[in-house]
């Protein structure tokens, strides 16, 4: 699947699970403190975008994760082929 991040719209990456747009996103995010693994990570994005911009983002799992970066309009999905 292609995945476009719509606060940077030229941004597009490939994804063949959730997992990897995760990986992707603490690859390429500013704060290191919490690449140490996924649930870390996770959690300390919920709470930047919960604090900066009101929004709910669960971090209980992958799948509700970015289930919630696509309600909450951080991420597309462009295509699914």
Do not use: C, P
Not at 14 to 23: F, S
Not at 36 to 55: H, V
């Amino acid at each position: 699947m292609k995945i476009r991040f719509l606060n940077r719209n030229t941004v597009l990456m490939n994804a063949r699970t959730n997992a990897d747009i995760v990986k992707w996103m603490m690859k390429h995010d500013y704060d290191s403190t919490y690449l140490q693994n996924m649930n870390l990570f996770m959690k300390s994005y919920s709470e930047r975008k919960a604090l900066y911009e009101n929004k709910s983002i669960r971090f209980d799992s992958v799948d509700l994760f970015v289930a919630d970066l696509v309600s909450n309009s951080i991420i597309e999905l462009v295509d699914n082929g």
